[in-house]
């Protein structure tokens, strides 16, 4: 039964939008089938994208970490992250223009050929600041530094977040992220950030787009918004953000989301509206089998 609900929610999808952890990766390991589901993606010549919130490396550092993992080449070019999107979004509005950019080391590579500005030349009226990024900085961000993004951003400059993640898990045990200081930054500003990172449109629409234009550089036919189904294990971040940007949503159960967890949500009226997946699957393994066997059945 699960599986003929599985096949209908892929009929005529082209091309995958993959969560990291909880899909393929699961506490810093790969989960069992991940890989091999990848290699029969790659196999098939279905394109995807693996679209995650973490921002702290640059895709090239994650691509080799997950390489490693996955004892299998992972291609940089395949990650879309919070902070890659941002440099994305960047890129596209405010380009040539300078940037106030909070991100790590490694992470700020995502906007080479981009022109940034520090905090200190920032803290100079005279530069001008076109946007402010805030992102996973650790000790840059720090109250000095805050202070002059919130002078920037008062005087105008666009307000764009890598992510709104308030909370996350690390090794010393739940840990403050980013999106606690923008949340702080949006009430002393009285306005909304622009998120790059999921649940956002704008990480869903930079993937659209580049699988679109994978598409259409094997020759296959325009690339619409319900062609792509997203695979996550979160409710609101991956299967709601997807459904929003027209992507459709899928759940599987082997994140943060279980079996018991998804009928709760259900009991309590709460699996309705963009929350609501067009299928739940076991793992990735079973939406790639069911989306291949679609595949071969239409043909
Ligand atoms: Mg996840």
Redesign the pocket.
């Known amino acids: 039964m699960r599986t003929t609900e599985l096949a209908s929610a892929l009929a005529g999808v082209r091309a995958l939008v993959l969560?990291?952890?909880?899909?393929l990766l699961y506490a810093g390991r790969p989960l069992p089938g991940s890989v091999d589901a990848l290699a029969r993606l790659e196999g098939a010549g279905i394109p995807y994208r693996v679209v995650?919130n973490f921002s702290l490396a640059h895709r090239e550092t994650l691509a080799a970490n997950v390489s490693r993992q996955f004892g299998r080449p992972v291609r940089p070019s395949t990650i879309i992250t919070a902070a890659s999107a941002a440099a994305a979004l960047t890129a596209l509005h405010h380009p040539g223009e300078p940037l106030l950019v909070f991100a790590s080391d490694d992470a700020r590579r995502e906007w080479d050929g981009q022109r940034l500005v520090t905090p200190a030349e920032a803290d100079d009226p005279a530069t001008k600041v076109a946007a402010v990024v805030i992102g996973d900085a650790g000790d840059e961000l720090s109250f000095r530094n805050l202070d002059i993004a919130f002078r920037r951003l008062r005087a105008g400059a666009a307000f764009i977040a890598m992510h709104r993640n308030l909370w996350w898990m690390t090794r010393r045990g739940i840990t403050l992220d980013a999106g606690a200081v923008v949340v702080g930054l949006e009430h002393a500003l009285e306005r909304r950030a622009t998120v790059a990172g999921k649940p956002s449109p704008v990480v869903f629409r930079e993937a659209l787009r580049e699988l679109g234009a994978e598409v259409r550089a094997t020759g296959g036919r325009r690339l619409l918004a319900r062609d792509v189904a997203m695979v996550?294990?979160?409710l609101d971040?991956?299967v709601a953000g997807a459904h929003r940007a027209g992507l459709r949503g899928l759940l599987v159960l082997t994140?943060?989301t279980d079996r018991a967890a998804v009928d709760a949500t259900a009991a309590a009226g709460r699996l309705k509206g963009p929350a609501r997946p067009d299928a739940v699957g076991a793992d990735l393994r079973e939406v790639v089998e069911a989306l291949l066997e679609g595949r071969d059945a239409g043909r």
Request: glycine share 24%; hydrophobic share 15%.
């Open positions: 969560d990291a952890d909880g899909v995650t996550g294990d979160d971040s991956d994140g943060k």
